[in-house]
């Protein structure tokens, strides 16, 4: 009893002590831009585990700069927690020796970099996470000692306001704060009065009013005018012959022209289908702009959001019926509850990979890229604690038992979109996933894999979708895959009589199968052709970033 009550005093002494090492520095809560190497100096001490907010969209950026330019003689060796690993700054902490290891979940504009880092032997990374996982560790085992993170707007209690892009500065803030760990946001600016209180000021210890807004991109964006033919016949296929095929309303749709190949089908071929209120209709997806058409159209009735999308926020503000938003009018997005929602409550994942192995084996973790998962891990697999019934849910269940008398349970669908018509060099089908490879670099057992094959259930190609659920055994998922893969070496090495025997039981179904026409699959269908289109289509409320209308 005694020493654990001296592990309690010993951290709060330990917050107390970096506290008073800052207090000269710093006004109450608030603390100068100018002064904020310093404040890292003091409250920083070598070996700590640090959270550096960064994710696909919002980036404590100017706290990261920061970071990278502290003494490495005061602060070095760092265990850096981080959802995703975006900027040169998060990079640079390794190359300086300020950081030495990382726990992250997606790397995309810095994944070569990471991978010379690891080349190097510069770096550990001790795991690639998905976003889920890497959040649940910050409650147990991987608890912040400091935390930076990145708001809209404080007042002078320190309260935040984080505005449209909320995402997971509440799950970031709450493990640190309530671990004796001290939080340092940057915000945009101070305001007297908030328009909502998203993170209450007696968990900020300090607010930096950064010289600049943070950065936030417009990941999910897609210009409908660069979608292709071969991705409008993808798109049908997904239509007719998952969505349509299982009624799947609940999902998630991975970023990419592949999928916003589909949302733009929903207003059209799908409405023609008769499919509209039987499918799509709610969503865990940030404010796509490729989804206004269908929104306008009545396909969707809710989203809920990651994150942001720079752009859509007058769009979004304008529709409180579909999306969950403030009193003020403003996006409340939650990247961890929509991760959740992605795992439990959806029915389907569509998405896209660099490899893909015979087994269905998929990851973007490849020779000289380590770009990380994100949320596709969670989004991808099949939760086996998942209780509640679904339609879709149950005929995926149905279709994997092969009539065995076991006790029957639902599956998620988890589909791969891989286009053999493309600019990629080399094909995504593969024998062997680079991720073993890798796995030998990064010292670690497991090779990083982002969805595994047995969650995967279908493959979609050109050529057709390959059902993974109707499958027996290894060899025929095998064959059902290079059924698919088309004139790659994967796909050449097939075995015509398995495959033609695959097709006849519908576990590989070609275009023609589902009656769809490949000189039908036209950029007519899209329900919008340019980045005009889907500002017209929201009545002028979309307001795209600058680039997309050059």
């Not at 981080?82 to 030495?100: D, M, N, T, W, Y």
């Not at 680079?434 to 969650?455: C, E, K, N, S, T």
């Not at 576990?507 to 023609?512: K, L, V, Y």
Request: aromatic share 6%.
């Amino acid at each position: 009893m005694n020493e654990a009550r001296a592990q309690r005093s010993s951290g709060a002494a330990a917050k107390a002590d970096r506290l008073a090492r800052a207090a000269e520095i710093a006004d109450g809560r608030l603390v100068k831009h100018e002064s904020a190497k310093a404040l890292l100096e003091r409250i920083i001490r070598p070996g700590d585990r640090v959270c550096l907010e960064g994710n696909n969209q919002k980036q404590a950026d100017f706290l990261a700069e920061t970071l990278a330019g502290v003494d490495p003689t005061l602060v070095h060796d760092l265990h850096m927690l981080q959802s995703v690993v975006a900027l040169p700054a998060h990079v640079e902490v390794f190359e300086k020796g300020i950081a030495r290891e990382i726990d992250f979940s997606f790397s995309g504009p810095q994944a070569a970099r990471l991978a010379r880092l690891v080349a190097d032997g510069r770096i550990r990374i001790n795991a690639i996470h998905t976003y889920l996982e890497l959040f649940g560790r910050y409650f147990l085992d991987l608890t912040p000692h400091v935390a930076m993170v990145a708001a809209e707007a404080a007042d002078a209690a320190g309260n935040l306001y984080t505005g449209a892009n909320t995402e997971e500065t509440p799950t970031v803030v709450e493990a640190t704060a309530f671990k004796g760990g001290v939080v340092i946001a940057q915000v945009n600016e101070l305001r007297e009065t908030l328009p909502r209180v998203d993170i209450p000021g007696d968990w900020v210890d300090f607010v930096v009013v950064a010289p600049r807004p943070n950065y936030i991109g417009p990941l999910f964006t897609r210009d409908p005018a660069k979608i292709t033919e071969s991705q409008v016949l993808l798109a049908m296929m997904v239509i007719k012959g998952i969505y349509a095929e299982y009624g799947v309303r609940r999902l998630n749709h991975g970023i990419g022209f592949d999928t916003a190949a589909i949302e733009l089908l929903l207003p059209t071929y799908a409405a023609d289908l008769g499919l509209k209120g039987r499918i799509c209709t709610h969503w865990a997806l940030n404010p796509h702009p490729t989804l206004i058409p269908a929104i306008e159209a009545g396909f969707v009735e809710q989203v809920h959001c990651f994150g942001g999308e720079l752009g859509m926020e007058r769009y979004v503000a304008a529709r409180p019926d579909i999306f969950f938003t403030g009193p003020d009018g403003t996006l409340r997005s939650n990247r961890t509850f929509s991760q959740m929602a992605g795992l439990y409550a959806c029915d389907l994942f569509i998405g896209a990979t660099l490899q893909l192995d015979l087994q269905g084996n998929s990851s973007t973790a490849t020779a000289g890229r380590i770009a990380g998962f994100g949320g596709a891990p969670n989004m991808g697999s099949d939760a086996r604690g998942r209780r509640h019934e679904s339609a879709a849910w149950l005929k995926a269940g149905e279709e994997v038992r092969h009539d065995r008398t076991t006790i029957p349970r639902g599956r998620k669908l988890v589909v791969q979109m891989v286009r053999l018509a493309g600019k990629q060099e080399k094909s995504a089908f593969v024998e062997r996933l680079d991720a073993w490879d890798l796995a030998a670099r990064m010292g670690v057992a497991i090779p990083p894999v982002m969805i595994y094959g047995d969650d995967l259930t279908h493959v979609v190609t050109e050529e057709g979708i390959a059902n993974l659920l109707l499958c027996r055994d290894l060899r025929e998922r095998e064959q059902a895959i290079r059924g698919v893969a088309g004139d790659t070496p994967v796909g050449l090495a097939w075995d015509k009589a398995a495959v033609e025997a695959l097709r006849a039981r519908g576990a590989i179904r070609r275009p023609e199968d589902l009656g769809i026409a490949r000189g039908d699959a036209s950029l007519d269908l899209l329900a919008a052709h340019s980045i005009g289109d889907l500002v017209e289509a929201s009545g002028g409320l979309y307001d795209p970033p600058s680039r997309f209308l050059a």
